[in-house]
């Protein structure tokens, strides 16, 4: 990616990520993304995690089509958002009409085929002094920090009735509907993704992850393991996302487990 307008910044990434079929499933339906760039702009970092939809056919089909686009605007539509400053307004945008796009795709897919299929994504975008998310389902991004943040909320059946009054995180969390979810890419006529943004700063650590990795460790566990002290380098910090996946698959952890982490330095 060649850009010749912006300003450049010195952040620096450190990238390490993992995925585990898991105990039930003979295929892994998740699929992630880790893209790096220099720019005029600076290092810009695109990762993303989608699950494929586990109660539909082909998920990992949906999941890698999306993967796949996602990669695509990375190298051939953010070069030019890019190109006079990126403007949150423009980056929604462009997000909101690859997910369209992208979603129409695989229904039609679907369709042909005589098959529905899904997926969700949680993509973090980091470039010059922010950080950018767009969500979709219940995959999660965390910010690791002096405690543990979740700076996503989940598109599912229980948040909703939590959020209403009408369950509790301590009724959701056993509910045979926990993963029951509001929307998806591919199987959902209209794809009303979450966006959140935050401040770009050195040594912030964030997390992205299916819900097989998060279902059955408590934030405490998560934190306790995935230290920002911990990351040192990317090996280290792959056998940390092990280690939760050994934890979770001892627990009987159903889906399939993935995440991907990433460190910012100047």
């Not at 190298?75 to 400053?85: A, K, Q, S």
């Not at 991004?141 to 369950?167: F, P, V, W």
């Not at 990795?213 to 090996?235: D, G, T």
Request: aromatic content about 8%; glycine content about 6%; proline content about 2%.
């Amino acid at each position: 990616m060649d850009i010749t307008f912006g300003n450049g910044e010195n952040m620096r990434f450190i990238t390490a990520n993992y995925t585990d079929t898991g105990n039930v499933k003979k295929t892994n339906q998740d699929s992630m993304l880790i893209e790096q760039a220099d720019t005029n702009y600076g290092r810009v970092l695109l990762t993303a995690v989608c699950d494929g939809v586990g109660g539909l056919a082909k998920g990992e089909a949906a999941s890698a089509c999306l993967v796949k686009r996602l990669s695509a605007w990375f190298y051939e539509e953010l070069p030019y958002l890019l190109r006079d400053g990126l403007k949150q307004e423009k980056l929604i945008e462009s997000w909101q009409e690859l997910l369209c796009e992208t979603n129409e795709k695989i229904a039609a897919y679907g369709e042909k085929n005589g098959i529905r299929l899904g997926t969700t994504c949680c993509a973090i975008l980091a470039a010059g002094s922010a950080y950018y998310i767009m969500n979709i389902g219940d995959s999660r991004a965390y910010l690791l920090s002096d405690n543990i943040y979740q700076l996503t909320k989940d598109q599912t059946y229980c948040q909703r009735e939590i959020d209403l009054g009408r369950m509790t995180p301590e009724e959701a969390a056993v509910s045979t509907q926990r993963s029951v979810l509001l929307q998806c890419v591919g199987a959902s006529d209209v794809v009303e993704p979450d966006f959140f943004t935050g401040r770009l700063k050195e040594n912030q650590c964030f997390l992205l992850c299916s819900d097989g990795f998060s279902n059955l460790v408590s934030c405490r566990e998560i934190y306790k393991i995935l230290s920002p002290e911990a990351f040192v380098n990317s090996s280290v910090m792959k056998m940390n996302l092990i280690n939760i996946a050994e934890l979770v698959k001892a627990r009987h952890e159903r889906d399939n487990i993935s995440a991907l982490l990433f460190k910012t330095f100047m």
